[in-house]
């Protein structure tokens, strides 16, 4: 608890600890978690977090360059904000199910429907997206671009997709459904 600031608005800010392995209790310091401020992970060397219930947004940049990051769970988050996991590395998938093992790596989002954009940009350990309640990806774009192991996306309620979505994603050949209104 001494390692995180909370704001005012319930959100977690300024992390300063060194823990590999990371699970939020839904409550801090009497605050409700509800989200996660801009740049509170960027940098650290955070390999697993899961997010409690409350937990509803990623603030921007929450988790860029968090290069061993091979696990989160975050059963409540809809929302990502910009740059939210760019370049972490160690991911290997994005999906909507919680892992059967422990041992299995990749971010968990089972009720994320929105994105900004560059969310998992230069992920390039990513492999797979399955997101059935993901349908608005950001204006911006670029949500996966430079996910050069990227090859199987199953977004079935997408209703667009911005320019440069997957860009340099050069392993992207194997299965790709959007919805058919895009």
């Not at 319930?10 to 392995?21: D, W």
């Not at 860009?167 to 194997?174: D, V």
């Amino acid at each position: 608890e001494d390692c995180f600031d909370v704001s005012s608005r319930g959100y977690l800010e300024n992390y300063t600890g060194n823990y590999t392995h990371l699970t939020i209790p839904s409550t801090l310091k009497g605050k409700v978690i509800y989200g996660l401020e801009p740049s509170v992970f960027k940098h650290t060397n955070i390999e697993s977090i899961t997010l409690p219930d409350t937990c509803t947004t990623i603030g921007g940049y929450a988790f860029q360059y968090c290069k061993n990051l091979k696990y989160i769970y975050a059963p409540n988050v809809t929302k990502l904000y910009i740059s939210a996991f760019n370049e972490c590395v160690s991911l290997t998938s994005v999906c909507d199910q919680h892992p059967s093992s422990s041992t299995d790596s990749g971010a968990y989002l089972p009720q994320l429907t929105e994105t900004i954009g560059f969310s998992f940009s230069g992920c390039t350990q990513l492999k797979s997206v399955s997101s059935s309640k993901l349908t608005t990806l950001g204006d911006i774009g670029y949500d996966f671009q430079a996910c050069a192991n990227l090859t199987q996306v199953y977004l079935p309620s997408i209703t667009s997709i911005p320019e440069g979505t997957f860009k340099l994603c050069e392993s992207l050949t194997g299965t790709f459904y959007v919805s058919p209104l895009v």
